[in-house]
């Protein structure tokens, strides 16, 4: 049973940073993409980055040059560093990964940018 588990959500001040963890379990992930979408709300949920297995980024363009995504295969693991935050990118951030025909959610952790 494949599982994403995120985490490193929280509040910060608008110009702070965060960085987004997604642990990730039931299947040889090293051979999967993998990426973050998030929702905030009243929205759709939308594209934010992915990262394939070799290494292969693509990012929306609301956040180039300030979030940066990567991947630890040996932990199974995808992170999101999210720099220069502004309350815009306040939302649900979710991770995701395709296997095979299949995408798979995690249950998504907030982020809130306010001062």
């Known amino acids: 049973q494949v599982q994403l588990v995120e985490s490193g959500g929280g509040l910060v001040q608008p110009g702070g940073s965060l960085r987004l963890s997604c642990a990730a379990s039931?299947?040889?992930?090293?051979?999967?993409?993998m990426g973050w979408y998030r929702q905030a709300p009243g929205k759709e949920r939308e594209f934010v980055a992915s990262i394939t297995s070799g290494g292969g980024i693509v990012y929306t363009d609301s956040v180039k040059g300030r979030f940066t995504i990567s991947r630890d295969n040996a932990k199974n693991t995808v992170y999101l560093q999210m720099n220069s935050l502004k309350p815009e990118d306040t939302a649900v951030y979710y991770c995701y990964t395709n296997i095979r025909v299949a995408r798979y959610w995690g249950q998504g952790t907030q982020v809130t940018v306010s001062s």
């Open positions: 039931g299947s040889t992930f090293s051979i999967n993409p």
